[in-house]
Structures are given as C-alpha cells and as structure tokens.
C-alpha cells in the first residue's frame, strides 16, 4: 500500500507541475499547488470534512498543530498559504510545494530576525490568498494545546481594514496519536507510518467563531483569544462556546 499511495502521490505531482506551468505561463492564477495539495492528504488515507462557516476573504487563520499532514490538510480545503518553519523549505516534495504556494518562511532560532518576519507576514495578509500560522511553533500529540507563541501576530497590530482572525481547531478524532509527529521521530518515519496505515482517517477542520482583531490592545492579547477558542472547541468537542 506504501509503494503505492507513493507512486499515485509522484502521477499527481508530475500533472500537477505540468498543468502548474502550463497555468503560469499564460499569467494565470494557478491552482495547482493546492489541489496537489489536497491530493497528498488523500493519496496518504485521509478525507476531510468542515465544521462552522469558513471565512474565505480578509481572514487570517489561527490553527493547531499535530504534523506535517496538516499542511497539506489546510491548504487543500482552504487554499491559504502558511507561515511555517525555515527548516522545511529543505524537505523534499513538501519544501517545494510550499515555496509555490507562497510560504513565509521563520526561522526559530533568529529573534533579531522577528521583526523582518513580521512585516513580510503583514505584507502577505493583504494579498488575496489567506495566510494560516501554527501559534504553537511545533508540532505535538494534540492531548491538549501548546504554550502559543505571539510574535507574529504582531502582524495584527494595527490589523488591515476588514481583516478578521478565525481560530481553527484540526482534529483527526481517536487517530490523532498515529498523525502526530512529536519527538525525535524523523519526518520520513512518520511519512511512512503513514501511508502504511490502511485504515480512514478523516481530517476536520472546525472552523470557530471569528473575531475582529482591532478590538484588542496588543499580539498577546490576540493570541490568548485564539487560544481560548481552540481550547474551548477541544473541550467541546469540537464546538466552541459563543463568543461575544
């Protein structure tokens, strides 16, 4: 089963470039990479379904993080971009299907390189593609939700006129714990563990109430509401209490 979700994933990558290329030169929004995107999630066992109304426009998204999956996962549904770690523009297929879908590169490890980071954040969320960022900063075994880190919601204070946050809460239900990828497990390990599992596995994405940056005084503020939401939706199962 391996070999084979790993030869379908190269068939969908070759068309997928091909028909990207294709898109690109005739200076056509191309969208490609996302639906190769959504292919990976597929071809590697996983549906995915929504719940909640999805903000599709002046909206910056807010999710938690279990594995490299969830990449491919949130873009395929929402067709965003993402804010993600320097160290997987060297990863092999995934660093390049991030590069073409517009990724912003962080890197961890350079606090004087923050400030940087959050202006090209702020330059991007005005774009027409939404932008995703995983406030946690890593990955985990979704038991509960990480300390967030607030920097790059920084790129919210001031927020652009209209622009809302929508928190997301990813689950994989009683599956999580064979999607996450925690530790010192190699991402070719947890790569193969999953395409190897024969079982579905559904992917949902919660999509919670949004709430309008500007109504808060500063990053951390914006970022504690996010985190107050999503920890609401996993206590709820899935359904966060209203907001008001």
Not at 162 to 176: A, D, E, N, W
Request: hydrophobic fraction near 45%; proline fraction near 7%; charge should be neutral.
């Amino acid at each position: 089963m391996f070999l084979l979700r790993l030869l379908v994933m190269a068939c969908s990558l070759i068309a997928g470039l091909v028909l990207h290329n294709f898109w690109r030169l005739f200076r056509l929004e191309s969208p490609w990479p996302r639906l190769f995107l959504l292919s990976i999630s597929w071809t590697s066992g996983i549906a995915t379904a929504t719940t909640g109304v999805r903000i599709r426009r002046n909206v910056f998204y807010a999710a938690n993080h279990h594995s490299w999956i969830d990449i491919p996962v949130m873009s395929g549904v929402t067709g965003c971009t993402f804010v993600a770690n320097d160290g997987i523009e060297s990863w092999p297929l995934i660093g390049w299907l991030c590069k073409i879908n517009n990724t912003i590169f962080v890197s961890r490890e350079n606090k004087l390189s923050v400030g940087n980071q959050v202006d090209e954040l702020r330059d991007a969320i005005t774009g027409d593609q939404p932008v995703t960022i995983f406030p946690e900063g890593t990955t985990h075994d979704g038991s509960g939700l990480l300390p967030f880190k607030p920097s790059l919601f920084a790129a919210l204070v001031p927020p652009p006129p209209g622009m809302l946050v929508q928190p997301v809460y990813l689950s994989y239900g009683r599956h999580t714990h064979r999607i996450a990828w925690v530790g010192d497990e190699k991402v070719t390990d947890n790569f193969w563990r999953l395409l190897s599992y024969l079982k579905p596995i559904t992917a949902t994405l919660h999509f919670l109430e949004p709430f309008d940056p500007a109504h808060y005084p500063d990053r951390k503020a914006i970022s504690a509401e996010v985190r107050a939401r999503i920890g609401s939706a996993m206590e709820g199962g899935g359904q966060s209490m209203p907001y008001v």
